[in-house]
Each structure stands twice: as C-alpha cells, then as structure tokens.
T-cell receptor
Framework: DVKVTQSSRYLVKRTGEKVFLECVQD?????MFWYRQDPGLGLRLIYFSYDVKMKEKGDIPEGYSVSREKKERFSLILESASTNQTSMYLCASRFGSGSQETQYFGPGTRLLVL | AQSVAQPEDQVNVAEGNPLTVKCTYSVSGNPYLFWYVQYPNRGLQFLLK??????LVKGSYGFEAEFNKSQTSFHLKKPSALVSDSALYFCAVRDFKAAGNKLTFGGGTRVLVKP
C-alpha cells in the first residue's frame, strides 16, 4: 500500500512563528504536492515538486515556501505564520502517468494560528 | 483552465436508498476525472477515476461513476447507501495545461446518510 505520512495531525502556533510541515512518502514517487483545504473552497494547490530540489508554485504560494532535499520528503514552510493561514494542510504524492496515474494523500495537518 | 463544479453543498439520503453526488466538468480535450472521499479528520482517499474506455467506472466501497460526454458530467453513485458513507466527497480533473498537470478540485459535497 502507498503510504503518505505527515508529521503532525494538529498544530497550534502563534502569529509570526516559523512553521514547518513535513510530508514523507514511501513509494519512490517523483511528484509531491501541498494543498490547503478550506470549507467551500475545496483543495487549493500551494506548491508542488516533480523531483529533488525542483519546485513549482501552485495557485496560492504567497506566504509559503517548500523544500525537497530528498525524494521521499517534501516540506512546507510558513516563514511567518498569520491567522489567515489557519487551515487544513494536505500533502499528496503521485504515482505513474497516463492511465496508471493516481494521487495519494496524507492524513492532513490541521493548523491553528493564534 | 480546466474546472469541475459540484452544485450541491450537501446531500441527505436515507440508509438503503440510492446515493448520487453530482459533478460537472469543463475541459478542453479528453478529461481525466477522479472522485475522492474524506472521512472526518482524515485525508482524502481515492475512490475511482475515468481516463478512457467504458463510461461506467467502478470503484471502492461499492461506488461507481458514469462519464457522460454530452452532458459533461461525472456523477458518483451508489445503489444502496450506508450510514458509514457519510463523508465529504470531492470531484477532480487533471489539468494538463497547468504546471505539474495538477488536479483541480470541486468545492466538495457533504453526504449525510441517516439511519
């Protein structure tokens, strides 16, 4: 079974703190993604990575950065957390291409910024 | 840009009755369409996908979806709903014109199955 894990299920941080969200996948996937989920808005892509040290901005990258030093690990960084970054954060990795492709998600990290 | 729409925020259904969750899409070219389910406080779980071939796609937990090109729809169905099907359901389309061939998600439909 594909496994995507996230370092924390719940986090509470204060405004201005630097926040690290970690994601690890165990299936040697090239592609990894960070989304945030907000009620009524579905999932919105923050950043993605298609290889080690490679990254691309998604739809809402402002206020975030990412790091991918190893293939299995993709980190999301909030340089200076703000209250509008309170959300559910979901990591995903993607296997295959064409008809075999499927994207697998981690359990999510619910972040509260006070 | 590719997009999907889920017109219903919530669907209520009695246990044992048929369940339908609606999704319409707007894409150029042939769509890759997906359904995911999210149980409370959990990540998204893959249910099924349409890439090509038979318009009726069967997936996990007894769900199926019908691809209808003329109506640009990809509705999720289950013949007999269970209380345990209560969850948040997302439709998504692969956007091959976007960087990373990203998935674009609908806003989600909450399903409540009452005993």
């Amino acid at each position: 079974d594909v496994k995507v894990t996230q370092s924390s299920r719940y986090l509470v941080k204060r405004t201005g703190e630097k926040v690290f969200l970690e994601c690890v996948q165990d299936m040697d996937h090239e592609n990894m993604f960070w989304y945030r989920q907000d009620p009524g808005l579905g999932l919105r892509l923050i950043y993605f990575s298609y290889d080690v040290k490679m990254k691309e901005k998604g739809d809402i990258p402002e206020g975030y950065s990412v790091s991918r030093e190893k293939k299995e690990r993709f980190s999301l960084i909030l340089e200076s957390a703000s209250t509008n970054q309170t959300s559910m954060y979901l990591c995903a990795s993607r296997f295959g291409s064409g008809s075999q492709e499927t994207q697998y998600f981690g359990p999510g990290t619910r972040l509260l910024v006070l | 840009a590719q997009s999907v729409a889920q017109p219903e925020d919530q669907v209520n259904v009695a246990e044992g009755n048929p369940l339908t969750v609606k999704c319409t899409y707007s894409v150029s070219g042939n769509p890759y369409l997906f359904w995911y389910v999210q149980y409370p406080n959990r990540g998204l779980q893959f249910l099924l996908k349409y890439i090509t071939g038979d318009n009726l796609v069967k997936g996990s937990y007894g769900f199926e979806a019908e691809f209808n090109k003329s109506q640009t729809s990809f509705h999720l169905k289950k013949p007999s709903a269970l209380v345990s099907d209560s969850a948040l359901y997302f439709c998504a389309v692969r956007d091959f014109k976007a960087a990373g061939n990203k998935l674009t998600f609908g806003g989600g439909t909450r399903v409540l199955v009452k005993p």
